[in-house]
């Protein structure tokens, strides 16, 4: 039995090459991006899983109607938390970003570039596999270390690293521990450094990440609903005492911070807050769509299957007929077609599993991780979905062919249904609506991104080299040496320094005001010549000038925005503002001397924020803020310039740290990454989609036009022209193109527009994809189509023109 | 009208080589009505197919009028034949999907009528092979001798110069077959050229002259003055 019907399966697969080819290339396809979707989404989900602690950690974020949510806490909120809630057991404080540091051993220097520095408690939040010392030693003081086994090799080879002492930034510590981090986590990093002191309870410093550990089982709302009245009672109404302001009043105008606890568990997936620690966050949204767009990808090439298989049936209605009348049951025919396709749906899995073990790698590269296929339980899901898709697929034209009455098949008068053909038409529409809708989304985001790419910025980003500043002490004087010395060298057009540069993200926020009015804003401190050298447009007043001595002390330059909501946009020179690190004691007034132009100083996917600009040398202790430099440097002999700049700066500058430096065109292009790679997998997907369904409509094509060809003969007897032949047959493919079209010119629109809605500058929907899409589609189904039917009126008359 | 002479036509397949015609030559004047009878696998097909420039010769020549044919390419034998050639099949050849009205109207579309000259010539067809009540059937509801009227009257509504018949009468019981044949030869009486490939002698009453073939070749020719009845093999 199950001889005879591999016999009929495999001569049939080499009669309908073809389907087998549509059926199983778009299979694989299609669950080949579904497991790599999966893998992804797996890894995603996998960060702090690991964690024993995942359910009882909890990250505070603090959220106030002026400012949005901040991810980082004040060390009150990390003192008071812990000592007044009896639900919270323990907090630490842990800087949110990577720091770079240089150590010193035995006379020789290790750079690493992930750096923490953390409270003592560090590993009871996180308690990495601990492979040499303990941690317990590391809580001991404060001058001890711990070191990840990467680090540690790099620098102490196979030798035991505990009890070395080690030299970083001029002070001695002492390694305790070197540790592995056991899967992907929120904090990976290489070297941990403990604060130099504790920390006092302090309410204006939102610096670092602060992390609750909750008794099991705690509520997690009323924690938080203990935490929120803390930061009433212990910072709001001391502070309004006597001042007649309410609570109310007071939450107005500056915003009563609330908190928001976000479980280590899935905080990398789903975070209020705008940052997940250091290892990043991941796109949930954009897991979402890549799991809708595969699974698409998935049903288009189950609807070519049933197409398919019903569309050839009629063929195999013979066969049917015979095995009907041999005395096989409906359930035996079922279940043998079933198996034709499960056979279909295996290979495809084992050509899928091939495909994303030779794309895995590229796919790694693309999004900076490391995934194998065996992560995780993919694989099996991947096989159960391939399974329960092919039973699906198999069912259906199953029971259609099992339906067939015999009697009449033999008598070869099956006449096509008219059900059948409208069910096909339906999935060939929708097909179409699928791979238009790709069309149109790849149009759109291409549109998009050229728009940003060629944006004016508002500050000029060519040819400016930006060299790192570590940690290395008196930075600011290291630059005007730079400055005084570099600027000579006839290749270097000018030299400037501002504490941020664009496109680098963080900007420095704190609170800007002018007499009742305040509110958090960017900051940035700049060289005089800065505004010149960024080409910043001054709209008002002036920029910074050494010919103004009050032009290091009291002077300041807004933007457009910051002016705006001060309230003093028609007039802002001279009006006398104060700024956030202004001790209270600090009199002096910031006299507004210009009023710039907004532009892109944080990418162009975020809305341009108030942001004011002071020279460096107006605050002390702003000095150590530098960490970059800048050079206009001539386009010729870029590379030569490079290196007399890194001469100087292995001499004079830093000696330690390496010498890192890049474009800031290239820098700020990074901005701009993430849309493109969304881009790129559009567009992947899109061309992906759209060879399913080509390969479908192709074979469906041969399939009808096949069953067409006695008509097409008889025409063709009757002095039909070939124009005359091709028409009919192409006819009701053009229809359904046009139909599906219609359909799919709103949605798109939707879908496009609300995608739009996510850029703050955005372009305005271009009408020509909507064009162009219909045309291509109707283009590509003529030339598909066209090509089968041209092929039909070349047919040899006779042979279909015979009796049978 | 047709002057053919030693016609030759094989097949040849991966194993075997078929003459199915050798050397025939044969002249069919205007106004004739010529039946073709012969044993199965004879070459009556093929010489149908060839007259009516569905298929080509490998060698002979064909004279259709006064144009030599024999070696014209798919697309002159093609306008020729939808000018001049009206066919009609042992298994009427109808399109399923259009009704009896639309299959007959199919020619004229194709010579380019006017659609109110189509009608006309349409109705009066239909009218003539007894089928207007039906116009609007489709063949699958029509019986076989229905079906085959219609395909004549397809044959018929270009009002073509020769008319050919492959074993017109081979799917239908004496009766409908009888309706057919009469319909033929009134068609003969006005003025068309038949020809007709039959097995049936009592068919072949009808024509005006009768050749058998045998294995690719005439073997012989009879006239039929009278109705005489004519022995096969
Ligand atoms: N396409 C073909 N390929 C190979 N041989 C063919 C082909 N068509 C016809 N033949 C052969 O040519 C010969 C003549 O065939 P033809 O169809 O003309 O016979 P016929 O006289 O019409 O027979 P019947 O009365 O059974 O219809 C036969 O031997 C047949 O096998
Ligand atoms: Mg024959």
Same mark, same amino acid.
């Given at each position: 039995m199950l001889k005879i019907w591999f016999k009929i399966f495999y001569r049939n697969s080499k009669k309908n090459w073809l389907n087998l080819l549509v059926n199983i290339s778009g299979l694989t396809l299609g669950l080949a991006g579904l497991l790599i979707v999966m893998l992804y989404f797996n890894d995603e989900n996998s960060y702090n899983q690991w964690n024993p602690n995942k359910d009882d950690v909890y990250r505070i974020a603090n959220e106030s109607k002026r400012n949005g949510i901040y991810f980082s806490s004040t060390s009150a909120e990390a003192i008071l938390f812990k000592s007044d809630i009896p639900e919270v057991e323990e907090t630490v404080l842990i800087s949110p970003f990577y720091r770079s540091r240089v150590l010193k051993y035995?006379?020789?220097?290790?750079? $690493?570039?992930? $750096?923490?520095?953390?409270e003592p408690e560090f590993f009871n939040f996180f308690p990495f596999e601990i492979l040499e010392g303990s941690s317990g030693k590391f809580l001991e003081n404060r001058k001890h270390i711990a070191l990840s086994k990467t680090l540690s090799e790099e620098i102490f080879g196979d030798k035991s690293a505990i009890g070395n002492l080690v030299t970083i930034d001029e002070e001695d510590y002492t390694v305790s521990c070197v540790y592995e981090v056991p899967g992907n986590s929120h904090y990976e990093s290489d070297l941990l450094i403990q604060f130099s002191e504790p920390f006092e309870l302090h309410w204006g +410093?939102?610096? +670092?990440?602060?992390?609750?550990?909750?008794?099991?089982?705690a509520d997690v709302a009323e924690v938080k609903s203990k935490m929120n009245n803390i930061i009433i009672e212990k910072n709001i109404k001391p502070k309004l005492e006597g001042s007649g302001i309410t609570l109310e009043e007071f939450d107005d105008k500056y915003g009563v911070i609330k908190v928001l606890l976000e479980n280590l568990g899935t905080i990398r997936l789903h975070h209020k807050a705008d940052y997940a620690g250091p290892s990043g966050k991941g796109n949930y949204q954009l897991l979402l769509v890549l799991t809708g767009l595969s699974l698409l990808l998935i049903l288009i090439s189950c609807v070519n299957f049933i197409n398919l298989s019903t569309a050839s049936a009629s063929q195999r209605a013979k066969e049917?007929?015979?095995?009907?009348?041999?005395?096989?049951?409906?359930?035996?025919? $079922?279940?043998? !077609?079933?198996?034709?396709? =499960?056979? @279909? #749906?295996?290979?495809?899995?084992?050509?899928?599993?091939?495909?994303?073990?030779?794309?895995?790698? !590229?796919?790694?590269?693309?999004?900076?991780? %490391? *995934?194998? *296929?065996?992560? &995780?339980?993919?694989? =099996?899901?991947?096989?159960?979905?391939?399974?329960?898709?092919?039973?699906? *697929?198999?069912?259906?034209?199953?029971? !259609?062919?099992?339906?067939?009455?015999?009697?009449?098949?033999?008598? #070869?008068?099956?006449?096509?249904?008219?059900?059948?053909?409208?069910?096909?038409?339906?999935?060939?529409?929708?097909?179409?609506? *699928?791979?238009?809708?790709?069309?149109?989304?790849?149009?759109?985001?291409?549109? @998009?991104?050229?728009?940003?790419? +060629?944006? %004016?910025? &508002?500050? /000029?980003? /060519? @040819?400016?080299?930006?060299? /790192?500043?570590?940690?290395? &002490?008196?930075? !600011?004087q290291k630059y005007e040496l730079a400055k005084q010395v570099l600027s000579k060298n006839s290749n270097i057009l000018d030299v400037s320094a501002s504490m941020f540069v664009p496109g680098e993200g963080n900007v420095n926020g704190t609170n800007l005001s002018y007499g009742d009015v305040g509110f958090n804003s960017g900051s940035n401190l700049v060289d005089f010549n800065y505004i010149d050298f960024a080409k910043l447009k001054v709209l008002k007043g002036r920029g910074f000038s050494e010919a103004f001595s009050s032009d290091t002390i009291s002077s300041i330059v807004i933007n457009e925005t910051a002016a705006k909501r001060l309230g003093i946009y028609d007039d802002p020179i001279g009006k006398k503002l104060r700024v956030g690190w202004m001790r209270d004691e600090d009199n002096r007034p910031l006299e507004v001397i210009g009023m710039i132009q907004d532009y892109h100083f944080d990418g162009f996917d975020t809305k341009i924020d108030p942001m004011f600009l002071l020279h460096w040398n107006t605050f002390s202790f702003s000095k150590d803020w530098l960490h970059a430099m800048q050079f206009k440097v001539k386009s010729d002999d870029v590379a030569q310039t490079i290196s007399a700049i890194e001469d100087f700066w292995k001499v004079h500058v830093d000696s330690e740290y390496p010498f890192s430096y890049g474009f800031l065109d290239k820098k700020f292009a990074e901005t701009y990454d993430k849309y493109q790679k969304q881009q790129t997998m559009f567009l992947i997907l899109s061309i992906m989609v759209i060879i399913i369904s080509l390969l479908g409509l192709f074979a469906l094509a041969t399939l009808t036009i096949q069953q067409r060809l006695k008509e097409v003969a008889i025409r063709k007897t009757l002095g039909a022209s070939a124009r005359e032949i091709i028409l009919p047959l192409i006819n009701s493919f053009l229809k359904i193109t046009v139909i599906a079209s219609l359909i799919l010119l709103p949605i798109a629109y939707f879908l496009m527009q609300n995608w739009l809605d996510n850029f703050v500058y955005r372009i305005d929907m271009p009408i020509w994809p909507y064009i162009v899409t219909p045309i291509l589609l109707l283009v590509l189904v003529f030339s598909v189509v066209g090509f089968k039917a041209y092929h039909a009126t070349k047919i040899d008359l006779i042979k279909y023109l015979k009796f049978e | 009208m047709i002057t053919i002479k030693n016609l030759i036509k094989t097949y040849r397949t991966e194993e075997v080589e078929t003459t199915a015609l050798n050397q025939l030559s044969l002249s069919v004047n205007t106004g004739e009505f010529l039946s073709i009878m012969g044993p199965s696998g004879c070459g009556k097909s093929t010489l149908l197919n060839i007259i009516g420039l569905l298929d080509s010769p490998d060698d002979g020549s064909y004279q259709f009028d006064v144009e030599e044919v024999a070696s014209y390419n798919e697309k002159q034998r093609a306008s020729i034949r939808k000018a001049n050639i009206g066919f009609v099949f042992q298994n009427f050849n109808l399109i399923d999907e259009l009704s009896v009205y639309e299959n007959v109207e199919l020619p004229l579309i194709y010579n380019k009528v006017k659609p109110e000259d189509r009608k006309v010539k349409v109705t009066q067809m239909l009218e003539r092979v007894g089928i207007a009540h039906r116009a609007k059937h489709f063949p699958l509801q029509l019986s076989g001798g229905q079906q085959q009227r219609v395909a004549v009257a397809r044959a018929l509504v270009t009002n073509p110069k020769l008319v050919l018949a492959d074993e017109p009468t081979g799917n239908l019981d004496s009766k409908n077959g009888n309706e057919v044949m009469e319909l033929l030869s009134e068609l003969n009486a006005q003025g068309t050229t038949i020809i007709m490939v039959t097995h049936s002698a009592y068919d072949a009453k009808f024509s005006t002259r009768t050749i058998s073939l045998k294995d690719g070749e005439i073997v012989s020719e009879i006239k039929n003055e009278q109705k005489l009845d004519i022995l096969i093999q």
């Open positions: 035995n006379g020789q220097n290790t750079f $690493t570039e992930k $750096t923490t520095f953390t +410093n939102f610096q +670092n990440e602060l992390f609750c550990k909750l008794t099991p089982g049917v007929g015979v095995k009907k009348t041999l005395g096989l049951s409906k359930k035996e025919l $079922t279940i043998h !077609y079933i198996l034709e396709v =499960l056979v @279909q #749906g295996f290979m495809a899995l084992l050509f899928a599993l091939l495909l994303v073990e030779l794309i895995l790698p !590229y796919f790694n590269e693309f999004i900076g991780k %490391d *995934i194998s *296929i065996f992560n &995780g339980t993919s694989i =099996l899901k991947i096989v159960g979905v391939a399974f329960f898709t092919s039973l699906f *697929i198999g069912l259906v034209p199953a029971i !259609y062919v099992s339906k067939f009455k015999s009697i009449e098949v033999l008598k #070869g008068n099956y006449s096509r249904s008219k059900k059948g053909v409208l069910v096909r038409n339906a999935m060939l529409a929708l097909q179409f609506l *699928i791979s238009g809708f790709f069309l149109i989304g790849v149009l759109v985001i291409y549109s @998009q991104i050229h728009f940003m790419i +060629n944006k %004016d910025l &508002g500050f /000029d980003k /060519d @040819q400016t080299l930006v060299v /790192d500043v570590f940690n290395v &002490g008196s930075e !600011y | -």
